[in-house]
């Protein structure tokens, strides 16, 4: 008689074979879809290896170059490079948010960016999108107070005095704290935001301090199980420095969100305070958002964690952004007479300095800036802030994507906006910077263009704050600089962005030269 274990060997062997081998490389739907890795059918660790050592856009990109619109990255995952059928898809609707997202959550609650469920997330939506929305922005008492003391209290001055002391400025970091300021003061009143863009050392410790937990968010977003029992033993994956921070950074939050609700309810006078004072705006809507909603947790924390989300959000993004079109302005220094000369026919203008009590253009007149808009988008289209994938998980219902068999239930499917940005048939040329295609092309070629386009995502999920980093800062913002300076490249070695899902300059600089413009 054959020994047990053996029976057990004979029988269990052909179950492993079949189920990790033949079936996935051969009989499995994905079976029929391009494999990215010769592993894909068999292993996700080839994929986990170039997500944990920032090479995961690119290799995507390549090879979708190879492949065509759809790949299998792993036994369970692919990706998709296409818009009908693709992103119209899976991005509109049906396809609920990976778990991947749980690492976005803050305080140990989900925030809208990472609810994954689609019920809940629009039921926060439909609450505070109304103050992100262009009309409230354009039209808002509060935002043009705030863009006020931005422009003609903050931004000028400093750059007024690099230009008197003849010293380079560090771009990144200054627009990181620009656009902290701008969105923590929409959010929580300008009286309770902070002066990132004056205090520079305030400025340094927050951003270092940002900055430090990068690094680690590889564990909480691919093996957030591992990461869970190797922290039971220690700080082995993770530092203590980690836990530090979020609660540094939480902190901060809070202590925000506790002086918004005193604002909410007090009303503070310019005049007493001897300080601008608006309505913390998004905290309000935060707030409602919380009343009778269907999310189990303390409303405190819910507050606190979307209002987190938000700046962190805001002041990354907006930031990395202006960091690029500056640089790339900078490389192009008739672009910059040109943008000058499309500035100087906004009534007011934004130069500076300006009689008492200085005004700004109206917002409609900036938006319809053409050559600006274009910078802009050409900009997000190259140096996308967030290019990398963005993941979910296919319904209960067998759907088809890119042309393949239907897909079953619980594969992980994304699309990215390196490689949405990159087609070539689309956006010809597609690795050069080129804001003429946004101006030269018959309205058909901008109408597919804008298809493709895919900065702030798509469908229910798309960017909540689109309009506010376009409109309130970043078209405002280089309006102002490029009415009254000149920049010139003094150092932007390490300028290349990281292949990452966030994607900063590898060096985290930028060091320009601002020469006045004389009138």
Same mark, same amino acid.
């Given at each position: ?12 062997? &052909? ?25 894909? &059918? ?28 759809? +790949? ?10 296409? +818009? ?20 976005? =959550? ?62 380079? +400025? ?28 004056? *205090?520079?050392? !305030?400025?340094?410790?927050?951003? !270092? ?40 950074? #939480? ?18 006078? =310019? ?65 910059? #007479? ?12 934004? #130069? ?14 900036? *938006? ?44 992980? +499917? ?14 010809? =040329? ?38 506010? !980093? ?25 300028? #290349? ?23």
């Amino acid at each position: 008689m054959l020994p047990v274990t053996l029976i057990a060997t004979l029988c269990i062997f &052909p179950y492993v074979i079949y189920k990790y081998i033949i079936y996935p490389a051969l009989i499995s739907p994905l079976s029929k879809i391009p494999n990215a890795h010769p592993s894909s &059918p068999f292993s996700p660790l080839w994929i986990l290896i170039k997500r944990f050592t920032d090479q995961e856009n690119r290799t995507i990109h390549a090879a979708h170059v190879k492949h065509g619109d759809i +790949v299998r990255l792993g036994p369970h995952e692919i990706s998709v490079n296409c +818009v009908d059928d693709g992103i119209r898809t899976i991005y509109s609707g049906g396809f609920e948010k990976w778990p991947w997202y749980d690492q976005f =959550d803050n305080f140990g609650v989900p925030c809208m960016f990472s609810t994954a469920e689609s019920k809940p997330h629009s039921y926060r939506r439909r609450v505070i999108a109304n103050v992100y929305s262009k009309s409230y922005l354009q039209s808002s008492p509060e935002m043009h107070k705030i863009a006020q003391v931005m422009i003609f209290s903050r931004i000028f001055p400093i750059l007024e005095t690099a230009v008197i002391e003849q010293k380079a +400025v560090e771009v990144l970091e200054l627009s990181h704290a620009i656009a902290m300021d701008f969105i923590a003061a929409f959010m929580f009143g300008l009286q309770n935001g902070p002066n990132f863009t004056q *205090d520079v050392s !305030a400025r340094r410790h927050f951003l !270092a301090t940002y900055r430090s937990r990068r690094p680690y968010r590889f564990w909480s977003g691919e093996l957030p199980g591992l990461k869970s029992i190797l922290s039971k033993i220690g700080p082995i994956i993770e530092p203590k420095f980690v836990q530090e921070a979020t609660n540094y950074l #939480e902190n901060w939050t809070i202590s925000r969100t506790k002086a918004a609700e005193k604002s909410s309810t007090t009303k503070v006078s =310019d005049e007493e305070e001897n300080i601008p004072t608006t309505t913390p705006i998004v905290y309000n809507q935060v707030h409602q958002s919380t009343l009778n909603n269907p999310f189990p947790y303390p409303q405190d924390l819910q507050i606190a964690s979307e209002l987190q989300d938000h700046w962190a959000a805001g002041q990354e993004t907006s930031g990395i952004t202006l960091c690029y079109l500056f640089h790339e302005l900078s490389l192009h220094p008739e672009l910059q #007479e040109q943008l000058r000369k499309e500035f100087l026919t906004l009534s007011p203008t934004l #130069e500076h300095p300006r009689p008492s009590n200085p005004k700004l253009p109206s917002p409609q007149s900036l *938006d319809a800036l053409p050559l600006l808009h274009a910078c802009l988008m050409e900009t997000l289209r190259l140096h996308a802030a967030i290019p990398g994938p963005e993941p979910r998980i296919t319904p209960t219902k067998p759907t088809s994507l890119a042309g393949s068999p239907r897909l079953p239930p619980g594969v992980r +499917v994304s699309s990215q906006p390196y490689t949405l940005h990159r087609r070539a048939d689309v956006f010809p =040329d597609p690795e050069a910077w080129k804001p003429e295609r946004w101006l030269e092309a018959r309205e058909e070629q901008k109408a597919e263009m804008g298809r493709w386009f895919w900065a702030f995502g798509s469908g229910g999920r798309m960017c909540i704050g689109s309009n506010f !980093a376009m409109q309130a800062e970043m078209k405002l913002i280089t309006a102002a600089i490029y009415t009254n300076y000149r920049t010139h490249i003094v150092d932007d070695e390490g300028i #290349e962005q990281v292949d990452a899902y966030t994607a900063h300059p590898r060096a985290e600089k930028l060091i320009l030269r601002y020469e006045r413009v004389e009138k």
